[in-house]
């Protein structure tokens, strides 16, 4: 239930748009890597978006898997 | 690369400000060598357009590894076929935008988000290829956990019962519909837009607003202290 309550509700803060999402994915996915703390504060209301926006959210996780991969 | 995407991509012109290779001091050196290929002529473009084809290849087939494990219905050469579709698609994306690189990442890592985006919109369609779009309001329920004990239950009870009340009500009847179809029936927010002639981020923007209102109704109805206990704050 709290997952459903969640994706009616969605994320509580401030959270970028789909377009900005897509503009600084690769730059956001190379701050996480490196540190995920600096990344949220480099791209604020970018983690809220991830996860309010599941097509954002999914393109974010295969990013972040593949660049993990090549620096493996 | 098939004869027809290398048309396409030979038909894409480098833009103009790219051309002077504008200043980009942030450019590690192995970006940068892919700029100043993709940004000549003649031959050494070609060799690169090859190689940033490949490079599109491997981040959808990236993608459609990691999603047709979830999609049983796809076949091998639909996987491929996909794959194929999405790197001649990204290509012509990334060629088009290659003045948008700002250098703030490799050009591998901003190149691969194309490929990715490319093949995760053509998965969300072809699992709803046929399928019709749940979207009207009275397509939907909100039944309380089973497993909570009696008062708990009453208490989710009555939260989900204004969270209805808040959706019937206070929202117009276009957030309705999206957030019935992308929160209540996990409708892929870009197989919607394709469907209601419009695109991800109009309906993001559509369904941010009507979880806006709908928190609102709650916290209006003195129910904004219940969200916390049932996750719905973070």
């Known amino acids: 239930m709290s997952d459903r309550l969640q994706k009616l509700l969605g994320p509580s803060g401030p959270e970028v748009s789909c377009e900005t999402c897509f503009a600084e994915l690769d730059r956001y996915v190379e701050l996480e890597v490196a540190d995920p703390a600096k990344a949220e504060q480099a791209v604020p209301g970018m983690r809220a978006h991830l996860e309010g926006c599941p097509a954002c959210g999914e393109e974010h996780d295969t990013l972040l898997e593949l660049v993990k991969t090549d620096r493996a | ?234």
């Open chain 2, 1 to 234: 690369m098939t004869p027809q995407v290398a048309a396409t991509v030979r038909a894409v012109a480098v833009p103009a400000r790219a051309r002077k290779t504008t200043a980009k001091p942030l450019l590690d050196p192995e970006s940068r060598a892919w700029l100043r290929a993709l940004q000549s002529d003649g031959g050494e473009r070609e060799e690169a357009v090859e190689r940033l084809h490949e490079l599109l290849l491997k981040a959808a087939r990236f993608e459609v590894r990691r999603r047709s494990a979830l999609m049983p219905h796809l076949r091998g050469d639909s996987v491929d076929e996909i794959a194929e579709e999405s790197a001649s698609d990204a290509i012509v994306s990334v060629l088009a935008k290659l003045d948008d690189f700002r250098g703030e990442s490799r050009f591998t890592t901003w190149a691969y988000k194309f490929g990715i985006l490319e093949a995760a919109v053509k998965l969300r369609r072809r699992a709803w290829q046929g399928r019709e779009i749940p979207i009207e309001p009275e397509l939907w329920s909100l039944e309380p956990d089973t497993h909570l004990a009696p008062d708990a239950q009453a208490a989710q009870s009555e939260l989900l019962e204004e969270v209805r009340r808040g959706i019937e009500q206070a929202l117009t009847p276009h957030q309705r519909r999206v957030l019935v179809a992308v929160a209540l029936n996990d409708v892929p927010i870009d197989v919607l837009a394709e469907r209601l002639g419009s695109n991800r981020n109009a309906l993001y923007k559509t369904l941010h607003d009507a979880r806006a209102k709908l928190r609102a109704h709650l916290a209006e109805h003195g129910l904004a202290d219940r969200l916390a206990v049932e996750g719905g704050t973070s």
